[in-house]
């Protein structure tokens, strides 16, 4: 039992990595019709829609008074902060550097994960980490191109706020699993985020007037897809393993654009972008090593 959770949770983390590799092909489209705190609050109305229906014909009703607070927080900073300071950061630098400043986050939850959580931090997390952030280093670094890319000081420092706001969310959302189940979290975490980006509410209508359709699609996949679906399965896998395990997981995501930026996009990757996403898996997968033996060896001593 405990070794199918394990493929389980490992299989839900396996579909929000990608689902938010995919959503840097929607952000492309959506973000050039669409500012930034726009974006978000149409992304957030979109999964709480689909989110607030799930809940409804699944009968979960509301999540625990003890969740609240994990709930509350996480909404705040990771689906509402996170979501405009990230979008309004991808508009003052290249992508690249912020792939770069962003990863910082995975780290950042493995610290405030031993610090709040009282989580391990075995070394192989750590190495696998290293390695990964090393890749997404590389991965950034290609994606600048060189002297073309452009990055201010606000940018940067936008990105860095993005990144410490993920990973309070992360961070803050670990307790609340504890109590309420990860639709309940999901659900409510995406309407506070939604509620803290009303006050975009008039620049989203106005700008749904004037935007393309594929734009508008695109914001409404972001949605439903890496928001609602996405977020869920992070939750249902959170829960179920430790804070820095999830972040280091996450750092397959470049690797992932890269492909998908190949294969929508057009946009050929060169030998510097394949290194760093080889990277990135590499890492991914030495973090999580230790947690397969430990599954295995658990699974020998219940037989």
């Known amino acids: 039992m405990q070794k199918q959770s394990s493929r389980l949770a490992l299989a839900a983390a396996g579909v929000t990595v990608v689902l938010w590799a995919s959503a840097f092909v929607s952000i492309r489209s959506a973000g050039a019709a669409y500012s930034p705190g726009a974006l978000a609050l149409g992304r957030l109305l979109a999964g709480a829609l689909v989110l607030g229906a799930v809940l409804l014909v699944r009968r979960e009703g509301l999540p625990p008074r003890a969740a609240w607070p994990g709930i509350a927080t996480s909404g705040l900073l990771w ?17 690249g550097t912020a792939a770069m400043v962003v990863n910082i986050g995975p780290i950042l939850i493995a610290l405030l994960g031993a610090r709040f959580l009282e989580e391990s931090l075995p070394p192989r997390l750590l190495a696998g980490m290293a390695v990964s952030f090393a890749g ?15 990055a201010s000081v606000l940018g940067v420092a936008l990105c860095l706020l993005a990144a410490m706001a993920y990973a309070g969310g992360v961070v803050a959302q670990k307790p609340a699993l504890a109590h309420g189940s990860a639709l309940q979290v999901t659900t409510f975490g995406c309407l506070v985020g939604a509620v803290a980006c009303l006050p975009f509410a008039g620049q989203l209508v106005e700008e749904a007037g004037r935007a393309p359709l594929s734009a508008t699609l695109n914001m ?40 998908l930026a190949w294969a929508f996009l057009g946009e050929l990757p060169g030998p510097l972008t394949l290194a760093g996403g080889a990277l990135c898996l590499a890492g991914v997968a030495v973090s999580r090593s230790r947690a397969r033996a430990a599954v295995a060896a658990g699974a020998a001593e219940s037989t």
């Not at 997404?136 to 452009?150: E, I, Q």
């Open 79 to 95: 689906f509402g902060v996170y979501m405009v300071v990230l979008n309004w950061g991808e508009q003052e630098v290249d992508a």
């Open 136 to 150: 997404a280093v590389t991965v950034g670094l290609s994606m600048s191109g060189g002297s073309g890319g452009h």
């Open 220 to 259: 409404v996949y972001l949605g439903v897809f890496p928001t609602a679906l996405a977020f869920t399965t992070w939750a249902y896998a959170l829960a179920r393993t430790t804070a820095g395990r999830m972040g280091a997981t996450t750092y397959a995501v470049p690797a992932l654009v890269v492909v």
